[in-house]
């Protein structure tokens, strides 16, 4: 089995973290929030392994490996800001208190 990994965000090199991407192991650690001391630039940087392994999938498939939340946004419908339609009766009523 191969690790999950994170990309340091001031260097951008591969950063191995100690969680295997088997089934068992991800579905144990899959909502766990983690951190790991980067010997590449010094500093801790904090993770959650379904984010990472997930990034690590997109990476190796050739796709952009951006913040899972910056893709979720992309993917989400986009709210529309059309007013809503009047009901009949209330278009109903105005036309008859214009009529008056």
Do not use: Y
């Not at 295997?20 to 909502?31: A, I, N, T, V, Y």
């Amino acid at each position: 089995m191969s690790r999950v990994f994170i990309t340091c965000p001031k260097t951008t090199k591969t950063l191995l973290t100690p969680f295997e991407d088997s089934p068992g192991e991800l579905q144990k650690h899959w909502d766990k929030h983690a951190t790991i001391k980067c010997p590449h630039c010094g500093e801790t940087h904090s993770f959650v392994v379904r984010e990472a392994f997930v990034a690590g999938v997109l990476s190796d498939q050739g796709l952009s490996s951006r913040g899972i939340s910056d893709l979720i946004k992309e993917l989400e419908p986009k709210a529309t800001k059309a007013k809503p339609a009047l009901s009949s009766t209330k278009a109903k009523s105005r036309s008859e208190r214009t009529k008056r």
